[in-house]
Structure formats: structure tokens, C-alpha cells
């Protein structure tokens, strides 16, 4: 079992930045799933964020926020990160982190390929 807390989420302007955080807790080590990043915004689909592999050697990134967010992850601490640069208002949605207990060498991108979810925080961005 894998128990997910986000915290970190907020009311921010355009351009601003801002650090989400996913504090895993339960018996299995950080490196035992892959992780990732999700978003739902209003009358839309969740959708991928950003991912990463159980060891934290690899990593993708939806093409909306590639090259302005990154994750990272601090196996000691069991605590995902998602490092938010340039916020645009249509980043604007409640995020979710996400662990998959099948690891493999790529970080996995659809919403039905992860097991446990946290509760998600807000991130509101206004222009």
C-alpha cells in the first residue's frame, strides 16, 4: 500500500513559479513504483504531466509544460517534487501525484497505469 499527500498548490500571476510536493508514505520503498504527475482542470479529462522512472533515471514531460516544470524525487525523504516555472493560466487545475507499482524503464503516461493517488492540491494562475 501506498499512501500519496500533495501539498504545495496555490493562487499564483502568470510567470510566476511554484514547487509541489508528494509526500509517499507505507511500508514499500520509494524506488518499488513509478511516479508521476497528473492534472484535471474543469469540465476536462485528468491528463499527464510529468513522470518518472522508480529509480529516478528517466523522465517525460507533457509537450504543454515541457521545459518549464520538472520532476524529482528524494528517495530518503519519499517526497516527489514538480518544480513549476513560467505558470501560464491555462496550467491552472487541481494536481495529482501518482504512483505505479509496474516499474519499467520509461515513466508510464496514462491515468489507468497508476494504483494509488493522492487527494490533490489546487494551482490557480491568474494573467
Known amino acids: 500500500q501506498v499512501r500519496l499527500a500533495e501539498s504545495g498548490g496555490g493562487l499564483v500571476q502568470a510567470g510566476d513559479s511554484l514547487t509541489l510536493s508528494c509526500a509517499a508514505s507505507?511500508?514499500?520503498?520509494?524506488?518499488?513504483?513509478?511516479k508521476g504527475w497528473f492534472r484535471q482542470a474543469p469540465g476536462k479529462e485528468r491528463e499527464f504531466v510529468a513522470g518518472?522512472?522508480?529509480?529516478?533515471?528517466?523522465?517525460t514531460y507533457a509537450d504543454s509544460v515541457r521545459g518549464r516544470f520538472t520532476i524529482s524525487g528524494d528517495r530518503d525523504k519519499k517526497i516527489l517534487y514538480l518544480q513549476m516555472n513560467n505558470l501560464k493560466p491555462e496550467d491552472t487545475a487541481i494536481y495529482y501525484c501518482?504512483?505505479?507499482?509496474?516499474?519499467?524503464?520509461?515513466?508510464?503516461?496514462?491515468?489507468?497505469?497508476?494504483?494509488?493517488w493522492g487527494q490533490g492540491t489546487q494551482v490557480t494562475v491568474s494573467s
Open positions: 518518472i522512472t522508480w529509480g529516478g533515471g528517466s523522465t
Open positions: 507505507g511500508r514499500r520503498y520509494f524506488t518499488d513504483y513509478n
Open positions: 501518482a504512483a505505479s507499482l509496474m516499474r519499467t524503464g520509461y515513466p508510464r503516461q496514462r491515468v489507468e497505469n497508476y494504483d494509488y
